[in-house]
Antibody
Framework: QVQLVESGGGLVEPGGSLRLSCAAS????????MTWIRQAPGKGLQWVSY????????NYADSVRGRFTISRDDAKNSLYLQMNSLGADDTAVYYC??????????????WGQGTTVTVS | QSALTQPASVSGSPGQSITISCTGT?????????VSWYQQHPGKAPKLLIY???KSPSGISNRFSGSKSGNTASLTISGLQAEDEAEYYC??????????FGGGTKLTAL
């Protein structure tokens, strides 16, 4: 079935780095925009980044721009988020989500279960 | 960019209809018919309920409907059921080529 599975979360010290992965299955990964969304403990959802089909376009939330890098490997059906210079405000559950309809703004119709990043 | 504004909580009795509002600006909700709504139960991933203001993905109950007027989008849940108790988030495309979410609304089924 259509599925996204995140991994790579964990405990990291302030200023450290972490690389999240998202493994896709059950659909043609290369045909979809992908996004990262995060949710701090007890807080709401926050969009982090998107990457277009063929990695042609990316964009980031102001709070992570210059520190986070989104990438994808279509041969491996995988999405990544390289996170550098981490701070306490980056502590959150990180979800990968699929954009429907050939974009990232027509709704996010498939979500992973999330991976937890704790900066402390 | 500030989050879209949602009421912190709403409540209703089984069988009733409730509406959750989502207020943005002319740079997001007001300028694009690209509002989506998500349901999130505790400890679970969000689930897409509505996209492009009023369209429903397959498999979503027709009890959920969306609309928009000016800078405010709305989600209406009719025939409220106990299983609808969850957190609800709106999301809009914004002119900075980003997505902006609302702060979330906790729905309590009385």
């Amino acid at each position: 079935q259509v599925q996204l599975v995140e991994s790579g979360g964990g405990l990291v010290e302030p200023g450290g780095s972490l690389r999240l992965s998202c493994a896709a299955s059950g659909f043609t990964f290369r045909d979809y925009y992908m996004t990262w969304i995060r949710q701090a403990p007890g807080k709401g959802l926050q969009w982090v980044s998107y990457i277009s089909i063929s990695s042609s376009y990316t964009n980031y939330a102001d709070s992570v721009r210059g520190r986070f890098t989104i990438s994808r490997d279509d041969a491996k059906n995988s999405l990544y988020l390289q996170m550098n210079s981490l701070g306490a405000d980056d502590t959150a559950v990180y979800y990968c989500a699929r954009g429907r309809g050939g974009a990232y703004y027509y709704g996010l119709d498939v979500w992973g279960q999330g991976t937890t990043v704790t900066v402390s | 960019q500030s989050a879209l504004t949602q009421p912190a909580s709403v409540s209703g009795s089984p069988g009733q209809s409730i509406t959750i509002s989502c207020t943005g600006t002319s740079s997001d909700v007001g300028s694009y018919d690209l509002v989506s709504w998500y349901q999130q139960h505790p400890g679970k991933a969000p689930k897409l309920l509505i996209y492009e203001v009023s369209k429903s993905p397959s498999g979503i109950s027709n009890r959920f409907s969306g609309s928009k007027s000016g800078n405010t989008a709305s989600l209406t849940i009719s025939g409220l059921q106990a299983e609808d108790e969850a957190e609800y988030y709106c999301c809009s495309y914004a002119s900075s080529s980003s997505l902006i979410f609302g702060g979330g609304t906790k729905l309590t089924a009385l």
